[in-house]
């Protein structure tokens, strides 16, 4: 009779001791009714026993270290810690030199000073210009009227700034009639350029803003120190 | 076993005596380990040496529980790294060969001063009989094998060296035990009197 491999594992089991003991139990009686398994037990048996006489081979020689094996796996190590401490520190510094590079150029000229700077300075041109003609002109009589054209100009700046209600309705039918004349092809219309350039508040500051661009250097000055740092000390630890 | 603790924790301190010490100590068992589930001598010493510096240098993951475990786990996974690197070759004889190429009848490392000479040549055979058969098994049977029957380890031990579970241990060495019958069978005049079957030895 064929044993099944559930008896096979069964009685290799239960050989070593390892079975539970209700499945032993259970085992035991099978044991002394079926001769089949009763014999296929023997056999295992008797394949342990060959085995376990099998004669324990001792160590051909001494497998002891020396210093020389562990030093080797330790220079590997060693040379894999170094190089990698400084690369790191080597890409810090490129980084850092970048960062230094970039910083510099927008101190120096700054790019939303670049397009403030024009028209402040224009406007400033223009107050000289008429500071100047002023004091050219000034005496007598010619000095009052340009004090007088003076206070007009504040006077309608004010309006400009206080524009009321009757003034607005004005303008607004003024630039209905504009739109009408553009639309019948009389006027042509303004460029769109122009009015967005007029509306544009200014330039978003950029993301490395000078704040960010300092903690940044100091983040990679540090970590190229600290990594060549590293890396001496690997390499005295090595010596 | 204080004491083995002791020269853990010396070796540890980067002591290499000590750690040399444990090597002498265990060294047997290691090879055994590595030359019944590699079947190769110069494979199994070139593992065991492998495992053994493997040990010292991985001594600082060892959390205390049964060292010889531990390190028969290491042994494992160096046999089955040389393995692989060998890319399983032929296996070579059980005695080592001399200059000539030429096989010594008794290899030194089988002897024993007390034994008669019919003795040591059946056990020999016996030995070598055993080691062919093994070497037919798939490594994950040879190795519980060896674990279980060979080095007498008991089911739970042989499960934590070979990270298995239990159910899978108990399964592997049922299936390997029939399969080194079977083997071990066809050598019947090799075997022992009173472990040959019946035939054979109604026979004899």
Redesign the interface.
């Known amino acids: 009779m064929k044993i099944s491999t559930e008896d096979w594992i069964l009685l290799s089991v239960y050989l070593d001791g390892e079975l539970s003991d209700s499945k032993a139990t259970r085992l035991e009686q099978r044991l002394e009714t079926e001769k089949s398994l009763a014999a296929t037990y023997e056999q295992i048996k008797n394949t342990r026993t060959l085995l376990r006489r099998a004669p324990k081979i001792r160590a051909p020689r001494d497998f002891t270290l020396a210093s020389q094996m562990v030093g080797q796996q330790h220079a590997e190590s060693f040379w894999r810690g170094f190089n990698l401490f400084r690369l790191a520190s080597a890409a810090a510094t490129l980084l850092l030199v970048a960062f230094l590079i970039y910083d510099f150029s927008s101190v120096l000229v700054p790019p939303q000073f670049k397009q403030l700077a024009a028209p402040a300075s224009q406007e400033e041109s223009l107050a000289v210009q008429v500071e100047e003609s002023q004091r050219e002109t000034r005496g007598g009589s010619e000095a009052d009227e340009q004090e007088e054209q003076l206070d007009v100009m504040t006077e309608s700046e004010e309006m400009y700034q206080e524009e009321p209600v009757e003034s607005v309705e004005t303008r607004e039918a003024e630039e209905g009639e504009a739109e009408k004349a553009i639309d019948q092809g009389k006027v042509p219309p303004p460029e769109s350029g122009k009015l967005l350039d007029s509306d544009r508040p200014g330039e978003q500051p950029s993301v490395f803003s000078l704040p960010w661009l300092r903690i940044g250097e100091v983040i990679l000055a540090v970590g190229a120190i600290g990594f060549g740092i590293a890396a001496w000390l690997v390499k005295r630890k090595h010596q | 076993m204080n004491n083995l603790q002791e020269m853990i924790q010396e070796a540890l301190a980067g002591n290499?005596d000590s750690?040399?010490r444990i090597?002498?100590e265990f060294?047997?068992m290691?090879?055994?380990q590595a030359?019944?589930t590699i079947g190769e001598?110069d494979a199994a010493?070139d593992a065991?040496?492998e495992a053994?510096?493997s040990a010292?240098?991985k001594l600082h993951t060892y959390r205390g529980g049964s060292f010889k475990s531990w390190l028969l786990r290491i042994v494992t996974n160096a046999c089955y790294d040389e393995m692989r690197r060998r890319q399983r070759q032929p296996v070579a004889p059980l005695n080592p060969r001399d200059d000539d190429g030429e096989e010594f009848d008794s290899p030194?490392?089988?002897e024993d001063p007390g034994e008669k000479p019919e003795q040591f040549l059946q056990?020999?055979e016996?030995?070598e009989a055993?080691q062919h058969c093994l070497d037919q098994l798939e490594v994950k049977f040879r190795t519980v094998?060896v674990l279980?029957?060979?080095q007498?380890f008991?089911?739970a031990t042989a499960a934590e060296i070979m990270e298995s579970p239990l159910g899978t241990v108990?399964?592997r060495?049922?299936?390997a035990?029939?399969s080194?019958?079977d083997c071990?069978q066809s050598f019947g005049e090799l075997?022992?009197m009173d472990?040959r079957p019946d035939g054979e030895a109604k026979r004899i």
């Open positions: 290499l750690f040399n090597v002498l060294q047997d290691v090879y055994y030359y019944r001598p010493e065991t040496q053994f510096i010292y240098q030194g490392w089988l056990r020999a016996l030995s055993i094998v279980i029957d060979l007498e008991d089911y108990k399964s060495l049922a299936r035990r029939l080194l019958q071990l075997l022992p472990l």
